[in-house]
C-alpha cells in the first residue's frame, strides 16, 4: 500500500497479524532447526573429511605455508621480479631453509628422542612411587589399577590411529605422496593464488563479489596472523624453556625445545604435554624440587606468551578465549583426531573472523538506514526517522 505525501507516492508499513503460534516457540523452533541443520553440516564434514584426508590435508598445509610465503613473493613482485621468477627464489629459499634446520637438528636430537622416551618411562616409574610414599599416601593397588588403566586407554588409541593411518596403503606412501602434493599446492598458491581467487569469485553473482572479496581477504589475514604467531610464539617458548633447563642442568634440552615449539600449534594442551615432559625428566635427572621449578617455570613463560609475546605478535588477527580454545580442540578432535585438533583453532579463529565481518556491515546498515529515511526529507510520512532510529 501506498500513501500521498506531499505529491509522492510512499510507501506505508502495515502491521501483519497476530501469529497463533507464541513468540518464544516461533523463536525457539527457527534456533532449532537451523542448529540441526549446522549439525547435520557438521556429521557430513566429518565424514567427507575422513574419506579425503590425504587430500585435504595437503590443502590445508599448502595454504598454511603459503601465509609465510606469499608476503615475500609480493614483495619481489613490487620490486620487478616475474611472478615465475619471485615465486621459485621464495620457494627454493625455503626448501633451503628447512633443509638446514632439518639437516642441523636430526642428526643431533635423533638419538636424544629416544633417550626421551626412556626417561620419561623413568619418570613415570618415579612418579608412581612418589603417589605411594608422598603425602598422599595411596596404596599400591590403586595406583597399579590407574596406571593399568592408562596403559589399556593409550594401546587402545595408538591402535586405532595405526589402523587407520595404514588402510589402504602403507604410511610411507602416504607421507610421501601428501609431501610431494603439499608443495606442488604451496607453489602454486604462492604464483597464482590471486588468479585462483578471480576464478572463484567469477562463480558467484556479480553483486556478491565485492563482498565476498573482503571477507576472503579478512580470513586470509586471519589465518597468515595465526600461523605466523603461533610460529612466532613456539619459537619464544622453546628458547625461554631451554634456557631455563640449562641453568638447572636437564638432560634432553633439544627434543623438549622441539616438543614446546610443535605444541604450540596445538593451544593449551600442548603447553601442557610440553611442560609435563620436561617435568618428568627433570623428576629424573634431577629430582622432586627441579620438577616442580620447571613446572612453575613452564607456567611462567605461558603466561608471558598469553599476556606478552602473544598480543604483540598476534596482535588483533586472532582473539579467542581459553574456553572457545578448548571446546574447538574438543570438537575437532572427535571429528578429525590429531588432524582435526591441529586445524581447529584457526579454523575457528577464521569463522570468527568472517562472523565480524558481518556484523560489522550488519551494524553499519542500520547506522545507514536513519540517515537515509532522514535524506527524504518528507513530512508526515509513515515512518520518520526517529521512529526508524528506535526500530
Do not use: C
Not at 352 to 371: C, F, K, M
Amino acid at each position: 500500500m501506498t500513501a500521498t505525501v506531499a505529491g509522492k507516492n510512499v510507501p506505508t508499513v502495515s502491521s501483519p497479524p497476530p501469529s497463533p503460534v507464541p513468540g518464544w516457540l516461533a523463536s525457539s523452533t527457527a534456533y532449532a532447526w537451523r542448529v540441526l541443520v549446522l549439525g547435520a553440516v557438521a556429521y557430513i564434514a566429518a565424514i567427507a573429511f575422513g574419506r579425503l584426508e590425504l587430500i585435504i590435508v595437503p590443502v590445508v598445509a599448502a595454504l598454511f605455508f603459503s601465509t609465510v610465503l606469499v608476503p615475500p613473493a609480493r614483495w619481489l613482485r613490487r620490486h620487478g621480479l616475474p611472478p615465475l621468477a619471485a615465486t621459485w627464489v621464495v620457494f627454493l629459499a625455503a626448501l633451503l631453509v628447512v633443509a638446514g634446520i632439518v639437516g642441523g637438528l636430526v642428526p643431533s636430537i635423533s638419538g636424544e628422542f629416544s633417550a626421551l622416551g626412556k626417561e620419561l618411562s623413568k619418570g613415570l616409574t618415579t612418579f608412581q612411587h612418589w603417589l605411594e610414599n608422598g603425602f598422599l599416601h595411596l596404596s599400591h593397588r590403586q595406583v597399579t589399577n590407574f596406571v593399568d588403566s592408562a596403559k589399556k586407554e593409550l594401546n587402545t588409541n595408538r591402535a586405532k590411529l595405526i589402523k587407520g593411518a595404514l588402510s589402504g596403503v602403507t604410511l610411507v606412501l602416504q607421507g610421501a605422496g601428501a609431501t610431494l602434493l603439499t608443495m606442488v599446492l604451496t607453489f602454486f598458491f604462492v604464483k597464482d593464488g590471486e588468479d585462483i581467487g578471480n576464478w572463484a569469485l567469477g562463480l558467484a553473482a556479480e553483486s556478491r563479489a565485492p563482498d565476498l572479496r573482503a571477507v576472503g581477504s579478512e580470513a586470509w589475514a586471519t589465518l597468515g596472523g595465526y600461523v605466523r604467531g603461533t610460529a612466532a610464539n613456539g619459537a619464544v617458548n622453546a628458547v625461554l624453556i631451554s634456557i631455563g633447563l640449562l641453568g638447572l642442568g636437564v638432560p634432553l634440552v633439544a627434543p623438549i625445545a622441539v616438543l614446546t615449539f610443535v605444541g604450540g600449534f596445538l593451544p593449551l594442551v600442548g603447553a601442557i604435554a610440553a611442560g609435563l615432559t620436561a617435568a618428568l625428566v627433570a623428576l629424573v635427572a634431577k629430582g622432586f624440587v627441579a620438577a616442580l621449578i620447571v613446572v612453575g617455570m613452564t607456567v611462567v613463560i605461558h603466561n608471558i606468551e598469553g599476556y606478552l609475546v602473544g598480543p604483540l605478535v598476534l596482535g588483533r588477527a586472532v582473539k579467542l578465549h581459553p574456553i572457545a580454545v578448548l571446546l574447538a580442540l574438543t570438537i575437532g578432535t572427535i571429528l578429525g583426531g590429531i588432524i582435526g585438533a591441529f586445524l581447529a583453532v584457526p579454523a575457528t579463529a577464521v569463522a570468527l573472523a568472517v562472523n565480524e565481518h558481518y556484523r560489522i556491515r550488519r551494524r553499519q546498515a542500520l547506522a545507514a538506514t536513519p540517515a537515509a529515511l532522514a535524506a527524504l526529507e518528507l513530512p508526515g510520512s509513515a515512518v520518520s526517522p526517529e521512529e526508524a532510529a528506535g526500530q
